[in-house]
Nanobody, 115 residues
Framework: QVQLVESGGGLVQAGGSHTLSCAAS????????MGWYRQAPGKQRELVAT??????TNYDNSVKGRFTIARDTQTTVDLHMNSLKLEDTAVYYC??????????WGKGTLVTVSS
């Protein structure tokens, strides 16, 4: 069974930097897309950033220039977050699409940005 497991959530200060990591466990196979979504309190889940197997990235406008998504290995992806703002507080979910189109989600990790 494939699982996506996030790590790195926690309390960070506004203006600071932080990195989230996502690792796929279970059956190892190639991911066509890996990425991150987030859900702030009282809001819908939204795209943060995605990275395709061929290296194309996509970022939400709210994080462009501040966040960077990077693949560490074939089955891990990091989200490097800089210049964090209070509004970046959210549960961050790892997301993956395997070859064939099946989608997978992690359980989420909470990032709280404090002033």
């Amino acid at each position: 069974q494939v699982q996506l497991v996030e790590s790195g959530g926690g309390l960070v200060q506004a203006g600071g930097s932080h990195t989230l990591s996502c690792a796929a466990s279970g059956i190892m196979f190639r991911w066509d897309i890996m990425g991150w979504y987030r859900q702030a309190p009282g809001k819908q889940r939204e795209l943060v950033a995605t990275l395709t197997r061929d290296g194309r990235t996509n970022y939400d406008n709210s994080v462009k220039g501040r966040f960077t998504i990077a693949r560490d290995t074939q089955t891990t992806v990091d989200l490097h977050m800089n210049s964090l703002k209070l509004e970046d507080t959210a549960v961050y979910y790892c997301y993956g699409v395997k070859a064939g189109g099946a989608e997978y989600w992690g359980k989420g990790t909470l990032v709280t940005v404090s002033s």
